[in-house]
């Protein structure tokens, strides 16, 4: 009985935290891993699965929702004649092995190491959420050579050691290197697919011990807050657009700063033991 009171809580905080993570991605564009990593560590903690390798659990399961609601992303965005394939077919390759190399790293560390690279980007992606210009420009076009072969498996390699997509980083660069913001955010979901794609698949082989991982979990990704996120966050993202049609979201990019940057400095503070 315990037990099944257990997976009934898990399977409630879940719905909230798909609700929320889709309503959240339609209002602002952001990515749903970056609400959606620290949500499964604290819901999982909360629910009695902690260990060394509890956030490779919420940064696998994080991706694997990343495969799909990008793939939708994209293919919606592509309709629209939206997504730059030119810089997607050159960057996707460095991403890729960038990823793959930080899946190797992720899972080589521990929980409270990957907490505390999570607090120091979230602090960064948060810097620039509420304080980032539109005019900022590193240049007039997307790099080329030695500098998109440093950039592009650095885009990688930090999504996965966040459990994120490629909007959190890939939007930002697009933009400071001159690329038009819609064109940004719909080439950035095509970055998501190739960071998630091999990094779940190399997530799935990762050996967690039973007593630490929660129930229906294959390798790192656990299969019940996979099949919930998507599930709510196909329902309720809709929602969020259509607000995001009511009302500016401007501001409301500026809370969600605050808010990310809350977040990351308390998963800071846990990384610490404070």
């Known amino acids: 009985m315990p037990e099944t009171m257990l997976l ?22 952001v990515g749903g891993g970056i609400v959606l990593v620290p949500a499964f560590f604290y819901a999982f903690q909360t629910l009695g699965y902690d260990g060394p390798q509890l956030m490779q659990i919420c940064l696998a399961t994080s991706l694997a929702t990343i495969i799909v609601t990008s793939v939708r992303s994209v293919l919606s965005h592509n309709k629209k004649g939206a997504v730059d394939w030119g810089i997607l077919r050159t960057w996707a390759p460095g991403i890729a092995l960038g990823a793959i190399l930080g899946v190797l790293v992720a899972s080589n560390l521990r929980s409270n190491t990957l907490q505390g690279i999570f607090g120091v980007l979230g602090l960064v992606i948060g810097a620039y959420l509420g304080l980032g210009r539109s005019e900022w420009r590193l240049g007039a076009a997307m790099p080329k050579g030695a500098t998109r072969a440093v950039l592009s498996p650095m885009v990688g390699f930090l999504s996965v050691l966040m459990g ?13 290197y001159g690329t038009a913001i819609h064109r940004a955010v719909a080439t950035a979901a095509g970055f998501g697919v190739t960071i998630a794609v091999p990094s779940v698949a190399g997530f799935l082989f990762l050996e967690i011990a039973a007593e630490n991982r929660p129930p229906f979990t294959i390798g790192a990704v656990n299969l019940v807050a996979f099949f919930i996120v998507i599930a709510m966050t196909l329902i309720t993202a809709p929602w969020g657009v259509k ?4 009302m500016d979201p401007k501001p409301l990019k500026r809370v969600f700063a605050v ?13 610490l033991g404070w």
Do not use: C, E, Y
């Open 243 to 246: 607000l995001a049609h009511a």
């Open 259 to 271: 808010f990310l940057t809350l977040v990351a400095l308390n998963m800071l503070r846990k990384s």
């Open 8 to 29: 009934i809580q898990m399977l409630v905080v879940l719905l909230v935290i798909g609700g929320f993570a889709g309503v959240l991605a339609g209002l602002l564009g």
């Open 164 to 176: 994120i997509g490629g909007g959190s980083f890939g939007v930002p660069l697009m933009s400071l």
